[in-house]
């Protein structure tokens, strides 16, 4: 009786295994004459996760499931642990089912341009979590024959171990959600977080992560939560704007800063960025001091012309006049408060190209032009001399 009964129990496995193989041709062919008719890419992705594969096992182990039954007369332990098999075996078959679905949409989501920078992994892994959390707990109730009650009551009890447990996967999550709604940090944006070493663009955003690929090629990875309760850059705005900033200063000797004779002011006027400039500004000057009575025979009296000045005014016509800066955003070159190394005097305006290695040829440029043009105005740079109190103190 065994033996009919073993014999029976192959029989049914060797027809399951042709349903298998007849409906796995049959399902996959199915899905490629879509995907060859249509234009989507969605129906690409499910063949490549395997979504047809899993799909034609849940035909056989349903026949299986339903005949399997009709051989426990004799042997009803052996056959009710068979069937107990089975259905553990729908249950990882629903579960991979719903994995290739979900991985899927994650794919195809990196496709489209609307949702490319978006962390629709973090959420995937969510979900992915919860189906297997899902599929563990009725496993666990088919093996001891348990209600699916008993074990979230057992589970609930541990809660707290299990925040223990999860808490990145948990801080993760919520950060996710933050991340998402108040649009801090996308796939592709550029941020920098000294915390953590990151300066770089951000091409992974995951439930318990972020990778930043650096600048060097080099990948720092960060917890998500931290780009909740840490602080960090995002360039972001820069990229988005019409221009890249430009602000870095030039430390000029105070000492060389002075008033500007008749004489060499004749000889400024020949400069042609700010012929015109000096023009005004001396017609303006010499009513004010004819109209006051002003002594000229001191420089220091009544109003004058400093070379300082007037380097500041030539800085701000060389900008304005330079074809890579943004004539729609500031141009500014100003004076900054006296330090002990010089009068800083700081040029802030706008680069048109925001790409890293033009910006900074932009910049050079424009600071080697700024710095061979100081000669001209009778100012120095400071700089640190072999018997300087600065450099003493540091030995």
């Given at each position: 009786m065994l033996k009919n009964q073993l014999f029976s129990l192959l029989i049914i496995l060797i027809v399951?295994?042709?349903i298998y193989w007849l409906?796995?041709?049959?399902?996959?062919?199915?899905?490629?004459?879509?995907?060859?008719?249509?234009?989507?890419?969605?129906?690409?992705?499910?063949?490549?996760?395997?979504?047809?594969?899993?799909?034609?096992?849940?035909?056989?182990?349903?026949f299986i499931y339903l005949l399997t039954p009709f051989l426990q007369e004799d042997y009803p332990k052996i056959i009710n642990g068979f069937l107990k098999l089975i259905e553990i075996l729908i249950v990882f078959n629903l579960v991979f089912i719903v994995r290739s679905l979900l991985m899927t949409i994650e794919n195809y989501s990196k496709l489209k341009p609307s949702l490319k920078n978006k962390p629709i992994e973090s959420y995937v892994q969510v979900f992915?979590?919860?189906?297997?959390?899902?599929?563990?707990?009725?496993?666990?109730?088919?093996?001891?024959?348990?209600?699916?009650?008993?074990?979230l009551t057992t589970?609930?009890?541990?809660?707290?171990?299990?925040f223990l447990v999860f808490k990145d996967t948990i801080l993760g999550f919520v950060a996710s959600i933050q991340i998402t709604i108040n649009d801090t940090v996308r796939i592709g944006d550029w941020i920098t977080m000294?915390?953590?070493?990151?300066?770089?663009?951000?091409?992974?955003?995951?439930?318990?992560?972020?990778?930043?690929?650096?600048?060097?090629?080099?990948?720092?990875?960060?917890?998500?939560?931290?780009?909740?309760?840490?602080?960090?850059?995002?360039?972001?705005?820069?990229?988005?704007?019409?221009?890249?900033r430009i602000k870095r200063s030039l430390l000029i000797k105070a000492s060389s800063i002075r008033f500007l004779k008749e004489e060499e002011l004749?000889?400024?006027?020949?400069?042609?960025?700010i012929a015109e400039y000096i023009r005004a500004r001396q017609e303006d000057i010499t009513i004010y001091n004819s109209l006051n009575n002003i002594d000229k025979n001191i420089l220091i009296n009544g109003r004058n012309i400093t070379n300082m000045g007037l380097f500041r005014k030539y800085t701000e016509a060389y900008l304005e006049q330079?074809?890579?800066?943004?004539?729609?955003?500031i141009i500014m070159c100003r004076q900054l408060a006296p330090t002990s190394q010089g009068v800083p005097l700081e040029i802030y305006v706008f680069s048109i190209d925001k790409d890293w290695k033009i910006y900074e040829h932009i910049m050079s440029d424009i600071f080697d032009h700024l710095l061979s043009s100081i000669d001209y105005f009778y100012l120095e740079c400071f700089e640190l001399s072999p018997k300087s109190p600065f450099l003493d103190s540091k030995n």
């Open positions: 399951s295994v042709i409906s796995k041709k049959i399902i996959n062919k199915i899905f490629k004459k879509i995907s060859n008719k249509t234009k989507t890419h969605f129906d690409d992705l499910l063949i490549k996760n395997k979504f047809p594969s899993y799909s034609s096992c849940l035909l056989p182990l349903f992915l979590i919860l189906v297997w959390f899902i599929g563990f707990i009725l496993i666990m109730s088919l093996i001891t024959g348990k209600n699916v009650a008993t074990f589970i609930g009890a541990f809660s707290a171990i299990l000294n915390s953590s070493g990151a300066d770089g663009d951000v091409i992974s955003i995951s439930l318990t992560s972020v990778k930043v690929q650096n600048f060097d090629k080099t990948i720092t990875t960060i917890p998500t939560y931290k780009l909740i309760s840490d602080s960090f850059i995002n360039w972001r705005g820069m990229s988005d704007s019409d221009g890249r004749l000889l400024f006027s020949k400069i042609d960025r330079h074809p890579l800066i943004n004539k729609e955003m």
